[in-house]
């Protein structure tokens, strides 16, 4: 899925600990990590290479993101607006639906670490 959607992104380099986002922050930008290593620290996530991040908040109520992303090494990291990706999921609905799946399968994760009693945060990694 993320060799197709290199073309509408846009890459950026960040230094060990660059913050990529903050919990709290409005999702405006949909992430996927091309080169080094994330932690979503608030539910305990270590992405990487190949990983993408951020999709959650664009569905969530109130669009704000659930955890904070930041660098644990220089890292590599390519994101898409949400006006581009709208317009891929309506170009694409194996995209849109791909995207549906990782969400899914993100919170279903998260429920089941809550159930487990791994962690105390709201469900969700973006």
């Known amino acids: 899925m993320q060799l197709w959607l290199r073309p509408y992104m846009r890459s ?4 060990a600990g660059a913050v990529i986002f903050s ?6 930008r949909l992430y996927l990590l091309v080169e080094g290593e994330v ?6 996530r270590q992405l990487k290479a190949g990983q993408m991040f951020g999709e959650i908040a664009f569905f969530a109520p ?15 990291v390519m994101s898409i607006d949400e006006a581009t990706f709208k317009q891929l999921v309506y170009q694409n609905p194996d995209f849109g639906l791909e995207v549906v799946r990782l969400i899914a399968g993100r919170l279903s994760q998260d429920v089941q670490r809550l159930q487990r009693g791994d962690g105390e945060q709201s469900p969700s990694s973006s």
């Open 62 to 76: 109130d669009r704000k993101r659930s955890s904070s992303a930041r660098c644990t090494k220089p890292s590599t």
């Open 23 to 28: 919990r709290g922050d409005v999702a405006d």
């Open 39 to 44: 932690e979503l620290p608030e539910v305990g």
């Open 12 to 15: 950026r380099n960040h230094r």
